[in-house]
Nanobody, 124 residues
């Protein structure tokens, strides 16, 4: 499977953006879809994940109550709705597919397929 991310851009603090990630093929082949982000000089950071079957979600504390992950299985697409954006949300956002244990979902090394990244810039 290949992943294609889109939807990044420049937004003022307090604004919203929606990222999309579309998987090629007819079936995902993995249990989870997720979003990570990276800022210069930092490791890739877990943002959110969703179980492909069942739709259970989990979020990093930094984005909880502001970001919402969802998926449309018929479109093979995962979304990240980002509201009340802050300057510290500025990063390159990556979507990913994999089957890590639920308790290890934040470990980026356990994810198998990555999208190309999309830049999100939040101005103050």
């Amino acid at each position: 499977v290949q992943l294609q991310a889109s939807g990044g851009g420049l937004v003022q603090a307090g604004g919203s953006l929606r990222l999309s990630c579309t998987a090629s093929g007819r079936s995902l082949g993995y249990n989870l879809m997720g979003w990570f982000r990276r800022t210069p000089g930092k490791e890739r950071e877990f943002v959110a994940t969703i179980r492909w079957n069942g739709g259970i979600t989990a979020y990093a504390d930094a984005v909880k109550d502001r970001f919402t992950i969802s998926r449309d299985k018929s479109e093979m697409t995962t979304y990240l709705q980002m509201n009340r954006l802050k300057p510290e949300d500025t990063a390159v956002y990556y979507c990913a597919a994999g089957s890590p244990a639920w308790g290890s979902r934040e470990n980026s090394g356990l994810w198998r397929v990555w999208g190309q990244g999309t830049q999100v810039t939040v101005s103050s």
